[in-house]
């Protein structure tokens, strides 16, 4: 029963639509309708400015490490800590407050996995800066951030009581969900015309 509970709570914190909420509420824009008209924070950087950029960030991070983390607070263990983070990041691409659609599950994904999996996710974050900075593609940052997921996984030892084997399966189809979720922008990477990320 609270297994269920948390998968509930998990899939409506991850639903929370805070690129879009934050765009209407202080701008009075839908970021969904600029850009690349994607819901997340990189787009809100872009259409909305550098500190509404930052705070969807926090929030959709937020929103995904909190599930888990509040779970584990009430004696979840393990698998089910895994299931909930999933759950929260299913529920950022697929909300509905927004009619079963969504973000692409980057800044959600980095939430449930800097809980659940600290050393894989600080590398993570590590290689994905490594690659804007050098690119200036953040979505290619993302995309290859999503492929080295389970790779990494599988190399460096599991934490907070997580198998192996699961954890392995969860972070190859989160991956592969978030490099399908990105197939817009690796068009636009392909014919050159991907945005390139500006310090403003
Ligand atoms: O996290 C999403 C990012 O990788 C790409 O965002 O707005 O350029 O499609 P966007």
Do not use: C
């Amino acid at each position: 029963m609270k297994l269920i509970i948390f998968i509930i709570i998990g899939y409506i914190l991850g639903a929370l639509p805070n690129g879009v909420w934050i765009g209407k509420y202080f701008k009075g824009i839908d970021i969904r309708e600029h850009g690349s008209k994607n819901s997340g924070a990189t787009n809100a950087y872009r259409v909305l400015g550098p500190r509404y950029g930052l705070m969807v960030l926090l929030a959709d991070a937020l929103k995904g490490f909190l599930p888990p983390f509040i779970a584990s607070k009430f004696g979840v263990t393990g698998d089910s800590l895994l299931l909930i983070g999933v759950v929260a990041i299913v529920g950022h691409t697929l909300s509905f407050f927004l009619n079963f659609k969504g973000g692409k599950g980057v800044a959600t994904s980095l939430g449930v996995f800097l809980f659940l999996i600290p050393q894989v996710t600080l590398t993570l974050l590590i290689i994905f800066i490594v690659v804007v900075a050098i690119t200036k593609y953040i979505s290619l940052g993302s995309i290859i951030a999503a492929i080295m997921l389970p790779i990494l996984t599988y190399f460096y030892p599991t934490q907070n009581g997580l198998d192996k084997l699961p954890l392995l399966v969860m972070t190859s189809l989160i991956g592969l969900f978030v490099v399908y979720k990105h197939k817009s922008n690796i068009e636009r990477l392909m014919k050159g015309t991907e945005n390139k990320f500006r310090l403003k």
